[in-house]
């Protein structure tokens, strides 16, 4: 846990670097607020940054970059947004450099209940799964989705993905899931 101060962000980066860590990942601070100088910091290092913000629905501030052979992968500061984060981007990208098979998240389901049209972003809502009485996955979405409440996300099964635009669904129809354990 580094303070808010870019010289002690600094210095916590120039030691992964000189560790020649293989990822750095940092946790919140990357975004535009007053005390969000990750970016910064990790650009005064040399930090050549891919991409920033992410249109997607926890998770918006992703940071991705490189500083020479160390990859760079700031996650969001909010909780959800950072665990969705990192089960999209961190966790493949560990698996990858471990040389390891990536996990199978994905899964079909019905939908508990109609879903509303979706705007501009993909959309990643937590929900429970049960069986319905033909055993296929049924996933009903939390009502409140909130990305920093934490009691929702720990009672999820799997993450419903809404892609950009898609159109509204209704109750029972085919939906992809995100699966949270695998």
């Known amino acids: 846990i580094i303070a808010d101060d870019e010289a002690l962000?600094?210095?916590?980066?120039?030691?992964?670097?000189?560790?020649?860590?293989?990822v750095l990942v940092t946790l919140g601070g990357a975004s535009v607020g007053d005390h969000d100088l990750v970016q910064a910091a990790l650009k005064a290092q040399g930090m050549?940054?891919?991409?920033?913000?992410?249109?997607?629905?926890?998770g918006?501030?992703?940071?991705?970059?490189?500083?020479?052979?160390?990859?760079?992968?700031?996650?969001?500061g909010n909780p959800v947004a950072s665990l969705v984060c990192g089960l999209l981007f961190l966790e493949p990208l560990?698996?990858?450099?471990?040389?390891?098979a990536p996990l199978q998240r994905l899964a079909t389901a019905r939908t508990a209940t109609a879903l509303k049209v979706n705007d501009h972003r993909q959309d990643y809502l937590r929900a429970r799964v049960t069986a319905g009485q033909d055993g296929t996955p049924v996933a009903e979405p939390f009502t409140?989705?909130?990305s920093s409440m934490m009691k929702i996300l720990a009672h999820s099964d799997a993450l419903i993905i809404r892609p950009p635009n898609a159109p509204a669904l209704a109750?029972?129809?085919?939906?992809?899931?995100?699966?949270?354990?695998?």
């Open 9 to 22: 962000i600094r210095a916590a980066i120039a030691k992964a670097v000189a560790a020649k860590v293989d």
């Open 171 to 182: 109750e029972g129809a085919e939906c992809t899931i995100l699966r949270l354990k695998v």
């Open 48 to 58: 050549q940054l891919d991409f920033w913000r992410v249109a997607m629905r926890p």
């Open 60 to 76: 918006k501030p992703l940071m991705v970059g490189s500083i020479g052979a160390m990859q760079v992968l700031g996650l969001p």
């Open 144 to 146: 409140k989705q909130d």
């Open 94 to 100: 560990v698996r990858s450099i471990a040389r390891r």
